[in-house]
């Protein structure tokens, strides 16, 4: 009986053995890689042996500073000697997401244009952009021998507007472009005329020369409280009456406007920019 079991023990050594030797046998050393690079195998697949090989723990690779003189020698990349040293592949790189999957609720989405804080949502004012505009004030520039202004008026096409606030003194918020802030957009009133509305963005001639901008009794002020990156709380100062109205935001074209003289010729300017109109119903 003792002699059949210590005759089982070394069958079981000699087969442990032999198996460890097999593996041995398998494993991939410096010199299988310098025989891969020598055939001319692609450092990719070079790459994607070893870190398949290293999850079976069948690598044996010598990267001292001897080893090393030894793969270069046999022109090793260095990527690869890079992972005979860690073959880890390299983590997941963490990507991020360009915009916030979900929105504060309690600013407007990150869209750029202006919004009404309806209730405890927001409505997007729909915007467009001006490229239309007419001269005015010729008759009192004709009368007055042209001493009285000329004025470039921006026209939006409609009697009135679409975007109908039921609101004597919204609050409005701003999702600015990149680079602006609120300071680059102004509140306007519209004037009604015919089927269509339009606001002065700027003078020329006369004894005062050419002038930009809106003017100032068009204007109705707000306060703008940053609230967000980009994007701004706009508090009116006062009731607004019903009417029609927009936030104008202009591109700086208008300004090219200059002055001219009696009875000479002169030049305006396009009115360009972009507009986000209202009404505020009866």
Same mark, same amino acid.
Do not use: C
């Given at each position: 009986?003792?002699?059949?079991? $210590? &005759?089982?023990?070394?069958?079981?050594?000699?087969?442990?053995?032999?198996?460890? $030797? @097999?593996?041995?046998?398998?494993?991939?050393?410096?010199?299988?890689?310098?025989?891969?690079?020598?055939?001319?195998?692609?450092?990719?697949?070079?790459?994607?042996?070893?870190?398949?090989? *290293?999850?079976?723990?069948?690598?044996?690779?010598?990267? *001292?500073?001897?080893?090393?003189?030894? /793969?270069?020698?046999?022109?090793?990349?260095?990527?690869?000697?890079?992972?005979?040293?860690?073959?880890?592949?390299?983590?997941?790189?963490?990507?991020?997401?360009?915009?916030?999957?979900?929105?504060?609720?309690? &600013?407007?989405?990150?869209?750029?244009?202006?919004?009404?804080?309806?209730?405890?949502?927001?409505?997007?004012?729909?915007? @467009?952009?001006?490229? @239309?505009?007419?001269? !005015? %004030?010729?008759?009192? #520039?004709?009368?007055? =021998?042209?001493?009285?202004?000329?004025?470039?008026?921006?026209? /939006?096409?409609?009697?009135?507007?679409?975007?109908?606030?039921?609101?004597?003194?919204?609050?409005?918020?701003? =999702?600015?472009?990149?680079?602006? $802030? $609120?300071?680059?957009?102004? &509140?306007?009133?519209?004037?009604?005329?015919?089927?269509?509305?339009?606001? @002065?963005?700027? #003078?020329?001639?006369?004894?005062?020369? %050419?002038? *930009?901008?809106?003017?100032?009794?068009?204007?109705?002020?707000?306060?703008?409280?940053?609230? !967000?990156?980009?994007?701004?709380?706009?508090?009116?100062?006062?009731?607004?009456?019903? %009417?029609? =109205?927009?936030?104008?935001?202009?591109?700086?074209?208008?300004?090219?406007?200059?002055?001219?003289?009696? %009875?000479?010729?002169? #030049? !305006?300017?396009?009115?360009?920019?972009?507009? =986000?109109?209202?009404?505020?119903?009866?």
């Amino acid at each position: 009986m003792k002699r059949r079991v $210590s &005759l089982l023990a070394t069958l079981f050594l000699l087969l442990a053995t032999t198996a460890m $030797s @097999q593996q041995l046998g398998k494993r991939i050393t410096n010199k299988d890689v310098i025989d891969m690079v020598a055939l001319g195998v692609s450092d990719d697949v070079i790459i994607t042996k070893i870190r398949s090989a *290293s999850a079976g723990g069948t690598l044996q690779f010598d990267t *001292s500073v001897d080893g090393l003189k030894e /793969l270069k020698a046999a022109k090793v990349s260095d990527e690869v000697i890079k992972v005979m040293i860690n073959p880890a592949p390299p983590a997941a790189p963490l990507v991020v997401a360009a915009t916030p999957i979900t929105n504060d609720p309690n &600013l407007p989405p990150p869209e750029v244009g202006v919004y009404w804080k309806n209730a405890n949502a927001f409505t997007r004012i729909e915007g @467009q952009n001006i490229s @239309q505009a007419k001269v !005015g %004030g010729k008759a009192g #520039s004709m009368f007055t =021998y042209g001493m009285r202004n000329e004025h470039w008026d921006a026209t /939006l096409d409609g009697p009135e507007s679409k975007n109908v606030i039921n609101e004597r003194q919204p609050v409005f918020y701003i =999702y600015v472009p990149d680079g602006a $802030s $609120s300071s680059d957009f102004a &509140l306007i009133i519209l004037e009604k005329k015919g089927n269509r509305r339009e606001f @002065q963005i700027g #003078s020329f001639g006369g004894l005062t020369g %050419g002038k *930009s901008g809106v003017k100032r009794d068009k204007e109705i002020a707000f306060t703008a409280e940053h609230a !967000g990156i980009r994007t701004y709380k706009i508090t009116l100062n006062a009731a607004m009456k019903p %009417g029609e =109205y927009a936030f104008f935001m202009g591109t700086g074209q208008q300004a090219t406007m200059a002055g001219g003289s009696i %009875g000479g010729a002169r #030049s !305006g300017g396009a009115a360009s920019g972009k507009v =986000y109109d209202f009404r505020i119903p009866e």
